[in-house]
C-alpha cells in the first residue's frame, strides 16, 4: 500500500483491517499540488527499492494515466478496465470484455513489474476484512522539475446534489431518441436524480444536441459498467450496446416490443416512457418518505 500526502497515521487502522502489512508513506506537499506525475514518479522510486509483484492502481482517469506513466517509466507491461483479476502461474491474470462483452479476453503482463488497474464497479463483493500490520514505512522522496510542470491551480467542490461520474456511477440512467427532444430528456436527468445516479445518452441524442457529448454511452463515447443500467427510449443499437453490456443489470424502457435493447435487459418495460417513469418516480418517491 503507498499513501502520498498528510494523514497516513489516522488512515492506518483501516487499512490494517484490510490487510495491509505495510503502508510506504511520502507526505510531502507536491501530491496534492501537482497532478499525477509526482504519484507516478513515486511509485517507480519505490518499485526499484521494494520490486513489488505487481502494482495495483484505481481505475480512475487519474488512476489509469499514472499507471500509462509508470509502464513508460519501469518498462514494464500494464492492463487496465480489467473486469476481474485472479492469480496465474507467472503473475495475475487481468480479464477484460472487449466488443461490448462479446469477447472475453485473460491477458497477461510479461514484461517487468505487472501494473493493473480494475474497472470501477467491476467486483460486487464486499471487501472482506484480513487484518494486516500496517506498518507505516517512510519514504524519501522529491519530486523533479519535470513532474512539476503541470500544476493545479484550484480547487472547486463539486456542487451539493452533483451526480456521480458518469463511468464510476454504480447506477447510470441513459435516455435516447425516444425522449423526442432536450426538453423531453430532461425526464431523464429527473430518474437519475431520483436514484443518485449518473445521467448517459445515446449518439442520437448527442448528435441532436439534447444532451452534452461526454454524456455519450457507447463506442464512439464513454464505456460505463454500472451495477444498474436503466435504457430509456434507446434502440440497443451494436453501437450503443458497446458501452454499456457489461452492466450487471439492464433495466430497459421502451415502446416497440422488439427493440433489440430487450435482448439484454433483464427486466424490459414495453411502454410509452413518459408513462412509465413518472409512475417510477412517483413509487421512488413513496419509498424514500417510508
Ligand atoms: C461508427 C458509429 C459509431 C456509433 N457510436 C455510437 C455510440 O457511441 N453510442 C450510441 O448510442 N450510438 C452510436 N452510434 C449510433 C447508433 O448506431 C444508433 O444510431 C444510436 O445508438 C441510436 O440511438 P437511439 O437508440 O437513442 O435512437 P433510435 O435508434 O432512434 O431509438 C429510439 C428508441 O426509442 C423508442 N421510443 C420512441 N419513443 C418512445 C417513447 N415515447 N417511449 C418509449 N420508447 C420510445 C423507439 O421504439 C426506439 O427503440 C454509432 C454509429 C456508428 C455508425
Redesign the pocket.
Known amino acids: 500500500m503507498v499513501w502520498t500526502g498528510p494523514g497516513a497515521e489516522a488512515g492506518r487502522e483501516r487499512l490494517a483491517e484490510y490487510g495491509a502489512a505495510r503502508v510506504y508513506v511520502a507526505e510531502g506537499e507536491e501530491f496534492a499540488g501537482y497532478v499525477v506525475a509526482p504519484t507516478a514518479e513515486l511509485l517507480a522510486q519505490l518499485v526499484g527499492q521494494v520490486s513489488p509483484a505487481a502494482v495495483l492502481v484505481a481505475g480512475t482517469t487519474e488512476g489509469k494515466e499514472i499507471a500509462g506513466r509508470l509502464a513508460v517509466k519501469t518498462n514494464s507491461g500494464v492492463l487496465t478496465d480489467a473486469i476481474d483479476m485472479t492469480a496465474g502461474e507467472s503473475g495475475p491474470v487481468a480479464t477484460h470484455a472487449n466488443f461490448g462483452g462479446a469477447i472475453t479476453v485473460h491477458a497477461t503482463v510479461t514484461k517487468g513489474t505487472p501494473i493493473l488497474a480494475v474497472r470501477p464497479n467491476a467486483i460486487t463483493a464486499q471487501p472482506a476484512p484480513a487484518p494486516g500490520a500496517a506498518e507505516l514505512v517512510p519514504v524519501e522522496f522529491t519530486a523533479s522539475e519535470a513532474a512539476k510542470a503541470a500544476r493545479v491551480t484550484e480547487h472547486a467542490a463539486a456542487e451539493k446534489g452533483a451526480r456521480p461520474d458518469l463511468t464510476e456511477a454504480s447506477i447510470v440512467v441513459s435516455g435516447?431518441?425516444?425522449t423526442?427532444s432536450a426538453d423531453g430528456f430532461k425526464i431523464i436527468e429527473d430518474l437519475a436524480d431520483s436514484l443518485g445516479a449518473a445521467v448517459g445518452a445515446?449518439?442520437?441524442?448527442t448528435d441532436a444536441g439534447w444532451y452534452p457529448h461526454q454524456f455519450?454511452?457507447?463506442?464512439?463515447?464513454k464505456t460505463v459498467s454500472p451495477q444498474l443500467y436503466v435504457a430509456v427510449?434507446?434502440?440497443?443499437?451494436?453501437?450503443?450496446r458497446?458501452?454499456m453490456q457489461t452492466s450487471k443489470t439492464i433495466i430497459a424502457?421502451?415502446?416497440?416490443p422488439d427493440?433489440p435493447?430487450f435482448e439484454i435487459a433483464d427486466l424490459g418495460i414495453v411502454?410509452?416512457?413518459?408513462k412509465v417513469v413518472p409512475q417510477l418516480l412517483e413509487e421512488i418517491g413513496k419509498h424514500e418518505q417510508l
Not at 271 to 274: A, E, P, R, S, T
Open positions: 435516447g431518441r425516444g423526442g445515446s449518439r442520437a441524442v455519450q454511452v457507447g463506442q464512439t463515447g427510449g434507446i434502440s440497443g443499437a451494436i453501437q450503443h458497446a458501452g424502457i421502451n415502446k416497440d427493440a435493447i411502454g410509452d416512457l413518459f
